[in-house]
């Protein structure tokens, strides 16, 4: 099992990004997949889920309305995608299979992002 994140990197408050993150390995249409994220100082924090089929999604409260998690089961890819960015989100986001963070087996390397002007 692999995943591999890209597409972090520095944005302004209030600007966007894209992380991808590849699956291979495994059936990646079988698993809900989530992503994650470090935060300097404060530890991991759950960001949300999607399940199998890209059908269903759930969000932490505070990415709730600003980042949107997708999949596209045919290139074996997850995306998450990042918008009205804050500097809070600043951290390094993980891509893992399965829903929640006591449910993840495999997880990315991570990619960082950081939100500054």
């Known amino acids: 099992v692999q995943l591999v994140e890209s597409g972090g990197g520095l944005a302004q408050p209030g600007g966007s990004l894209r992380l991808s993150c590849v699956a291979s390995?495994?059936?990646?249409?079988?698993?809900?997949m989530s992503w994650n994220r470090h935060v300097s100082g404060k530890g991991t924090e759950w960001v949300g889920q999607?399940?199998?089929?890209?059908?269903?999604?759930e969000y932490a409260d505070f990415v709730k309305g600003r980042f949107t998690i997708s999949r596209d089961n045919a290139k074996n890819t997850l995306y998450l995608q990042m918008n009205s960015l804050k500097p809070e989100d600043t951290a390094l986001y993980y891509c893992?299979?399965?829903?929640?963070?006591?449910?993840?087996?495999?997880w990315g390397q991570g990619t960082q992002v950081t939100v500054s002007s």
């Open positions: 999607i399940n199998s089929d890209g059908s269903d999604t």
């Open positions: 893992a299979r399965g829903k929640y963070i006591s449910e993840n087996d495999y």
């Open positions: 390995g495994f059936t990646f249409s079988r698993y809900a």
